[in-house]
């Protein structure tokens, strides 16, 4: 149960950053530090505001969304007037400087995280039981799942798109791209955070790394791995790098070798990765 918890809140992170890459064309490698803020708002509200906001998840929740799409508005707003290899460098930049932020906050546990006493509480449910909070997890996913292809299929969707194919023909037909990334942007960091305030309930532990730039490659391999531009993309990706780890680690502590070799397979026999294999790009 905790396993399938882990594979839905990684899959949740993958489909935000997705729907930058797979479907905006915006290649960020900064995607972990909304992830890691999400988290460590409810660390710090689980510390600080014991017993108001951060015992509450429907209030600390949402926080940890605002909290980090207020800093993708942030971040974006410099990020997204650079493109190509330069756009991928500075999100690189802002998330790395955050991670040394938070390592150096020794009243936030520095560079040895924070531990959250214990998980958020919802009406009505126990979400200190394994089992009950899985399945909050999943009605989550499901629900960010049906709002990322209801998105896809608007004509924001249709816009963002358009601006990966062709961003200056997009701007000559009138459409103001900047403010479209913009959106997507802010859109994807909100669910990050969201997938972050989850995996410290999920762990009950908040650190620094999550919001290291190996994160955030992570999340990029399982998007690449389950499918750019789907919208099973991110649970294909994360479902397969997952086990993949499972099972890997057990042979070898060389594991990352392999998934390397089959990601090659991937690049090279199923450009589409997983999703590609059984569904239409949307």
């Known amino acids: 149960v905790s396993f399938g918890s882990r594979v839905l809140i990684m899959a949740l992170l993958a489909s935000s ?6 479907v905006g064309g915006m290649v960020s490698l900064g995607h972990a530090a909304f992830y890691g803020f999400g988290a460590y708002v409810v660390g710090i509200a689980s510390s600080q505001w014991a017993g108001t906001i951060g015992e509450h998840a429907f209030l600390a929740w ?32 802002f998330a790395q400087m955050l991670y040394y932020v ?25 979400l200190g039981s394994d089992v009950t909070f899985y ?59 969201l997938a972050g305030a989850l995996m410290a309930n999920q762990n009950s532990f908040v650190s620094p790394n999550m919001m290291h730039w190996e ?8 998007v690449v791995l389950g499918g750019l531009g789907y919208l099973w993309g991110g649970f294909a990706g994360a479902a397969a790098f997952l086990v993949l780890e499972e099972v890997l680690s057990g042979f070898t502590k060389h594991w990352q070798i392999a998934l390397g070799a089959i990601m090659l397979g991937v690049v090279f026999f199923a450009p589409r990765g997983v999703a590609g294999l059984f569904s239409v790009k949307r």
Do not use: H, W
Not at 17 to 22: E, I, R
Not at 102 to 126: C, E, H, I, N
Not at 150 to 168: A, H, M, Q, T, Y
């Open 17 to 22: 950053l997705n729907l930058l890459v797979g």
């Open 62 to 93: 949402p926080l940890a969304m605002l909290a980090s799409g207020a800093l993708a508005a942030a971040i974006g707003t410099i990020s997204l007037r650079t493109r190509g290899v330069y756009f991928i460098m500075i999100t690189l930049a």
């Open 102 to 126: 938070f390592v150096s906050l020794k009243a936030f546990g520095g560079d040895d995280g924070m531990s959250l006493a214990t998980r958020s509480r919802l009406p009505g449910l126990d």
């Open 135 to 193: 399945y909050v997890v999943l009605a989550l996913f499901a629900a960010a799942l049906l709002f990322l292809g209801r998105l896809g299929d608007s004509r924001f969707g249709v816009v963002l798109r358009g601006i990966e194919d062709n961003e200056l023909r997009m701007e000559s037909l009138g459409f103001a791209t900047y403010r479209f990334k913009l959106a997507a942007f802010v859109i994807a960091g909100a669910l990050a955070g």
């Open 215 to 222: 994160q955030s490659g992570v999340a990029l391999v399982m």
